[in-house]
């Protein structure tokens, strides 16, 4: 199992076959609390004294616990309750597109020859669910880092999503242009000196231009809400930290003695986090487009909301009575709005 799983991987799988065998739960909990020490009536002659003190304290301490429970950080409770929702979004992705179409609506018209605009959404839609589905396998690793990376992923869905509404008349330089650059009937225009303009495409039947490129800092511009923008500057930058090498990137592979560590597990919080809120995004913009039935409709308000909800609820639990920081901030005002 060696270079397979990380020994926190180890204890869950350990854990999971202690529970499927029906342990005692004061064992379990002496499995845990000892860091993986394992104590039986045909070992016990074997461990060390202060191994053996520890165990024993470990399962003194599982029945006091039993008898005067702590209260549960009001934290741990609100996380938990928004972690229950990764599984409601995806349903609810799921749900919406298999069932939630209404095929007389009428489309809002692009300038695509390929994708109105509703079908753009439902593609990137589509696509966000499968990201959404890979980051789920992660956080069940525990493994948050790449979670964070493919966030980054449901973050840009929500801007191409945004801006497809927002312009409908970009969506040719969005669509059009790359598609023509792989079939062939397009090129990037050239300079005088015969070098690539990559800024400026054409297609080659009649020379029509078309973009060679929008950036997402565009399409962030283009959304109606106000907090769009500093959130994508923010969380953008915030996020690539984690999908490209970067000192933030490093870090997370120097184990506590500075030595290279590839199994380590962490930040699976802020990955579920950010992968939840940006879902409830992409949810609550799908009800803008006519072909989602009114009944869709009705389901993502409610998921949505409750998301939002919860998430502004959190915010103002880690941070209690102090005011956020300022990405924290335009989060939470710009999840006051999901479900309105």
């Not at 789920?136 to 980054?152: N, P, Q, T």
């Not at 303009?197 to 950036?215: F, M, P, Q, W």
């Not at 933030?248 to 380590?264: R, W």
Request: charged residues 30%.
């Amino acid at each position: 199992m060696k270079y397979l799983v990380s020994e926190e991987e180890q204890e869950r799988q350990t854990v999971e076959i202690l529970e499927h065998s029906n342990a005692p739960p004061h064992i379990i909990y002496a499995y845990r609390k000892t860091g993986g020490l394992l104590v039986t009536s045909e070992n016990e002659r074997l461990i060390p004294t202060k191994d053996l003190e520890d165990w024993n304290s470990a399962i003194d301490e599982y029945f006091r616990l039993q008898e005067n429970p702590p209260e549960p950080h009001p934290v741990d409770v609100l996380f938990h309750s928004l972690e229950d929702e990764l599984d409601s979004c995806l349903i609810c992705l799921g749900y919406v597109l298999e069932h939630g179409r209404n095929p007389r609506a009428q489309r809002i018209a692009s300038s695509s020859e390929y994708f109105t605009v509703d079908d753009y959404v439902l593609v990137c839609v589509t696509k966000s669910m499968k990201t959404l589905r890979s980051i789920k396998a992660l956080l069940e690793a525990h493994i948050g880092a790449d979670g964070l990376s493919l966030a980054r992923h449901l973050l840009e869905n929500y801007f191409h999503i945004v801006f497809a509404i927002a312009r409908p008349d970009m969506l040719k330089h969005l669509v059009d242009a790359p598609i023509g650059l792989k079939r062939g009937t397009h090129d990037f225009e050239r300079t005088a000196n015969g070098r690539i303009n990559s800024r400026k495409i054409l297609r080659k039947e009649d020379g029509a231009e078309y973009l060679g490129h929008v950036t997402r800092h565009e399409m962030a511009k283009s959304s109606p809400y106000k907090e769009d923008l500093e959130l994508f500057d923010y969380l953008y930058s915030f996020l690539s930290e984690f999908t490209h090498p970067s000192t933030t990137g490093f870090e997370l592979v120097f184990g506590e003695h500075g030595e290279l560590n590839a199994l380590s597990n962490e930040l699976r919080s802020e990955a579920l986090f950010y992968s939840i809120r940006f879902a409830a995004l992409i949810l609550d913009e799908l009800r803008k487009i006519p072909i989602l039935s009114t009944k869709a409709k009705k389901d993502i308000k409610t998921v949505a909301k409750r998301i939002g909800t919860k998430a502004r609820l959190l915010i103002a639990a880690l941070f209690e009575e102090a005011e956020p920081p300022q990405s924290f901030a335009l989060l939470r005002d710009r999840l006051s709005s999901l479900g309105t």
